[in-house]
């Protein structure tokens, strides 16, 4: 699908009869998608700054930040967003992750209660990159079809097609991420939004 601009006007003899058209038509596609990638760059700095607020006005904690993961979920046009805390494993005592609040778009079925998203490793199903991404500070981005093999098979147990994870650092430590996923389409985020939501993982440390 391309979007055009076309512009065409009639073709007459001299007695008036209409013979056909003419007229020019121009490829836009590029200009449209640079002008939906702003719009969504906009509106995600509007929901970071939003989200923000919440952090800072709220002083109930638990609530600031479920509203603050909803406010964020409808800016980026997620259909979920989390947040993970690292701990140690309860057995093994190696890296370990939990996902401590969630918000979700209908129908969306929430992530949170599956035992595979508690308590797990990292280094199970091969995340142990994620672990060290997350510890030099960078962020996981793509679509789950081009991740590791073992990564795919616990991704797509909850229908993830396309996911952005960011650290979230305390006093240069990994505390533990922020996620966004796609369920509905995949989906390539931009370096502004990786860019704009790893600064808003600065105010959820």
């Known amino acids: 699908m391309i979007w055009i601009s076309e512009s065409a006007h009639t073709v007459r003899d001299q007695d008036g009869t209409l ?14 998608q640079a002008e939906a990638a ?5 509106c ?13 006005t709220d002083p109930d ?3 600031a930040i479920a509203r603050a993961l909803a406010t964020l979920g409808k800016a980026a046009d997620a259909d979920r967003v989390y947040i993970y ?3 140690p494993h309860s057995e093994t005592q190696e890296p370990a992750m939990s996902m401590r609040y969630e918000w979700v778009r209908e129908p ?27 510890s030099a500070g960078k962020s996981i981005n793509g679509l789950v079809r081009e991740f590791p093999l073992a990564e795919q098979e616990i991704l797509q147990r909850d229908g993830i097609q396309s996911i ?3 650290p979230i650092l305390i006093n240069d430590q990994l505390w533990g991420y922020i996620g966004f996923d796609d369920c509905r389409s995949e989906r390539r985020w931009s370096k502004n939004e990786e860019a704009i939501l790893l600064a808003m993982a600065v105010s959820f440390g």
Do not use: C
């Not at 013979?19 to 449209?32: A, N, S």
């Not at 702003?38 to 906009?42: A, E, N």
């Not at 995600?44 to 800072?56: K, N, R, V």
């Open 19 to 32: 013979l056909g058209y003419e007229g020019t038509v121009e490829d836009i596609t590029q200009r449209k």
């Open 38 to 42: 702003l719009h969504r760059r906009d």
């Open 44 to 56: 995600l700095l509007q929901g970071a700054t939003e989200a923000t607020s919440q952090l800072l």
């Open 61 to 63: 904690y638990e609530t």
């Open 85 to 87: 805390q690292n701990h």
């Open 108 to 134: 969306i079925t929430p992530s949170i209660s599956q035992p595979h998203w508690q308590d797990q490793p990292y280094s199970t199903f091969g995340m142990s990159r994620w672990h060290t991404a997350f």
């Open 164 to 166: 952005l994870m960011v």
